[in-house]
Nanobody, 126 residues
Framework: QVQLVESGGGSVQAGGSLRLSCAVS??????????MGWFRQAPGKEREFVAG????????YYANFVKGRFTISRDNPRNTVYLQMNSLLPEDTAAYYC?????????????????WGQGTQVTVSS
């Protein structure tokens, strides 16, 4: 199976930056072409798509509310996916989850990702 472990969350002030990492183990995506995504869930709200990246890294897609502020990237030899978050806003406060799917293309539908990490908390204060 595949295990995903997120790290890099924390508390920052509005305007600050954080870099989330997602380490993938098991059937690593250097052998199995996996599309990857980041989702988030704020208290009392449904989980929502944030960003996705194809296996090659050639295709990325972002939710409108993070365009221009967040950047998703991947390092396949290191089995790691990143989410660079800049210009953070209080409304970005949420638990952030890494997700993977055994398909090379990205997708925004969370039901299409069978592999999930445990989440990392991001808190942005005003």
């Amino acid at each position: 199976q595949v295990q995903l472990v997120e790290s890099g969350g924390g508390s920052v002030q509005a305007g600050g930056s954080l870099r989330l990492s997602c380490a993938v183990s098991g059937r690593t995506f250097s052998r199995v072409a996996m599309g990857m995504g980041w989702f988030r869930q704020a208290p009392g709200k449904e989980r929502e798509f944030v960003a996705g990246i194809s296996w090659s890294g050639g295709s990325t897609y972002y939710a409108n509310f993070v365009k221009g502020r967040f950047t998703i990237s991947r390092d396949n030899p290191r089995n790691t996916v990143y989410l660079q978050m800049n210009s953070l806003l209080p409304e970005d406060t949420a638990a952030y989850y890494c997700a993977g799917r055994p398909h090379p293309e990205l997708t925004i539908g969370e039901n299409e990702y069978p592999y999930w990490g445990q989440g990392t908390q991001v808190t942005v204060s005003s």
